[in-house]
């Protein structure tokens, strides 16, 4: 057994304790280092990334059972819209959902690699989120910016669970047609509910539909769902 089968070996085995620590480390990297400022529309170098990464991670993971690809399923179809990618991803961030580097990479039922994957939480602890707001930094310099950011986040971070948007975008004859699909589930940054997320306890593709066709049809974007 080499060492990378070992190591996932090892975190297969303790997944309820491997995932709040990768949950916190994420967390870090993404609002404390990177901060939220870097997981919106604009920041469009996250899904080449992802799709880059997240299959080298499957496949070391792999034989432990471990994932970082998957599938969409039929049932979370939200539906297709008639929109160019850059303009659907800034109503998605106007609509509070951010990337979601964490996630999954994600391919349609036919088999076309995700475009983007976007997240919005709630169940949100607020007195936990305003009371580590409202702490003093005691740390100045580039480490106290990071950890003001860290814990500005917090809301976020400790949310309990997430509505989950990926996206496929194609493009025909000039015309753009972006696929979107959605579920929801408990919040993977969260260390308290990441194991729950990483073997998906309580994930719910009807209820994220229904919240992301809300958020569609407030923000007046026409969508369609019959596509035969």
């Known amino acids: 057994m ?16 491997a ?24 920041d469009d170098y996250w899904p080449q990334l992802r799709n880059r990464l997240l299959p080298i991670l499957h ?27 850059d303009e659907f991803e800034r109503e998605l961030e106007a609509a509070g959902f951010y990337r979601n580097p964490l996630s ?8 076309w690699e995700s475009d983007g994957s976007w997240a919005r939480r709630y169940g949100k602890v607020r007195w936990l989120a305003d009371a580590l707001r409202s702490l003093q930094i005691p740390v100045a310099g580039p480490p106290g910016r ?27 004859a000039g015309a753009t047609t972006i696929w979107v699909f959605a579920h929801d589930e408990p919040n ?17 593709a009807q209820r994220g539909v229904k919240e992301v066709r809300g958020v569609l049809e407030d923000r007046n974007i026409n969508y369609q769902t019959d596509v035969s």
């Open 2 to 17: 080499t060492l990378t089968e070992t190591a996932s070996e090892l975190v297969a085995n303790n997944l309820q304790i």
């Open 59 to 85: 496949r070391l993971g792999a034989t432990s059972g471990l994932y970082a690809q998957g599938k969409v399923l039929e049932d979370e179809f939200v539906g297709t819209v008639q929109m160019p990618e």
């Open 188 to 204: 993977s940054l969260n260390p308290l509910t990441a194991w729950r997320h990483y073997v998906a306890k309580s994930w719910n």
């Open 19 to 42: 995932a709040p620590l990768v949950a916190l480390a994420a967390s870090w990297v993404l609002y404390g280092v990177l901060g939220k400022r870097m997981l919106g529309a604009d």
């Open 146 to 172: 990071m950890l003001g950011r860290f814990l500005a986040a917090a809301g976020d971070i400790m949310a309990r669970r997430q509505t989950d948007v990926t996206i496929f975008t194609q493009t025909q």
């Open 104 to 111: 999954a990479v994600k391919r349609s039922p036919n088999g």
